[in-house]
C-alpha cells in the first residue's frame, strides 16, 4: 500500500497506459464530489482524505476529464470553446465531443490504478469541472455515487471571480485576444450566474436520472459543515459506506467557514447586484437574499 499520494498518481498514470483494461476493472465504489468552484468542496475531500478507507486523488484530475480543454488559457481549442466560468454547460458539453475512446477508457484506468496502488476501498475525487458531466460519469462509471456541495452562491461568486480576474491579469494577452479580459465586476456577474446554472444542472439531472430516488447523490451545506463538521462527515460515511468512528476521534478545528469575508462594506455594492441575479435560486437552496449566511 501507498502512502504518498502524489507518487502513487504518477505511477497510476503509467499504470492506466500499459494495462487499461486491467486497472480499469480496479476501480472500486468511486464517489465523485461536485458543485459550483469555490464551494468547500476541497476541504470536504482534505478533511475526508486520512480515512483509512478512502484513497483520495490528489489535485482534481481535469487533465484526465479534459485532456483536450483543461487549462483552458492552453488549450489549443480555446479560441472555439469558451472557459467555464463563463459558460460551464457549453465548455463541458465541447470538451467531452473532443475526447476521442482511448481517453475515456484512459480516465477509469488511471483512477483505478490509484486505487489499486493505495489499496483502499473506496475512490474519492473532488473537482468544480464535474457538474455538467453527470450523465458521462454515470454511463463510464455505473457505480458511482456523488457528493454535491452547495454555499451561499454570493460567497462562491465573489471567491470565484477575485481568482479568476488574477488568472485574466496574469494571462492578459490571451484573455484579451478571445474577447474574455473582463473587469472584475463583469467577471463576479459571470460566476453568479454560473453558480446559477450549476445548482439548477445539479437539481435537472438527479430529476432526470432519479438519483435522489436510487440514492447516489448526498447533499451538504458548506455553512452546516462549517457549523457541525462532526455531524456532516458522519453522514458522508454513511453514505460512502465507511466506518464514521474516526471522524470522532478527528481534530476538525481547521473548519471554519470563509463567508464573513464577504459581507464586508468593500463588497456591499456587488453583493447587492448579484443578489438580485440569485434571489430565485438563493432562496430555493434556503438563503436569506439579504444576508449572507456564516
Not at 110 to 127: A, D, I, P, R, T
Amino acid at each position: 500500500m501507498f502512502r504518498n499520494q502524489v507518487k502513487a498518481r504518477k505511477i497510476s498514470k503509467y499504470l492506466g497506459k500499459i494495462a487499461p483494461e486491467y486497472f480499469a476493472k480496479r476501480l472500486k465504489n468511486p464517489v465523485f464530489i461536485i458543485g459550483s468552484g469555490r464551494s468547500g468542496k476541497t476541504l470536504l475531500a482534505k478533511t475526508l482524505a486520512p480515512h483509512r478507507d478512502i484513497a483520495t486523488y490528489p489535485g482534481e484530475a481535469n487533465d484526465l476529464w479534459h485532456p483536450q480543454t483543461y487549462p483552458w488559457r492552453y488549450s489549443k481549442l480555446r479560441a472555439s470553446i469558451p472557459p467555464i466560468w463563463v459558460d460551464p454547460e457549453k465548455f463541458s458539453r465541447l470538451s467531452l465531443q473532443h475526447r476521442s475512446g482511448s481517453q475515456k477508457q484512459m480516465i477509469r484506468s488511471v483512477l483505478g490504478g490509484f486505487q489499486f496502488l493505495m489499496g483502499k476501498k473506496c475512490f474519492l475525487n473532488e473537482s468544480a469541472m464535474l457538474t455538467f458531466m453527470i450523465p458521462f460519469i454515470i454511463k463510464e462509471f455505473p457505480d458511482a455515487r456523488f457528493v454535491h456541495v452547495i454555499r451561499d452562491g454570493r460567497a462562491v461568486a465573489l471567491s470565484y471571480a477575485k481568482r479568476q480576474h488574477k488568472k485574466i491579469e496574469d494571462n492578459l494577452s490571451v484573455y484579451l485576444e478571445l474577447g474574455y479580459a473582463y473587469p472584475f465586476e463583469d467577471v463576479l456577474v459571470a460566476c453568479a450566474k454560473s453558480w446559477n446554472l450549476h445548482m439548477a444542472e445539479v437539481d435537472r439531472q438527479a430529476e432526470k436520472l432519479g438519483l435522489g430516488e436510487k440514492g447516489i447523490i448526498y447533499e451538504m451545506k458548506y455553512e452546516d459543515f462549517c457549523r457541525n463538521p462532526e455531524k456532516l462527515l458522519i453522514q458522508v460515511a454513511g453514505f460512502m459506506g465507511i466506518d464514521p468512528n474516526p471522524f470522532k476521534r478527528m481534530d476538525l478545528s481547521h473548519i471554519q467557514t470563509m463567508n464573513y469575508e464577504y459581507g464586508q462594506e468593500t463588497y456591499k455594492g456587488l453583493v447587492q447586484k448579484i443578489s438580485q441575479q440569485m434571489e430565485p435560486t438563493l432562496k430555493q437552496k434556503g438563503y436569506p437574499p439579504t444576508t449572507i449566511m456564516e
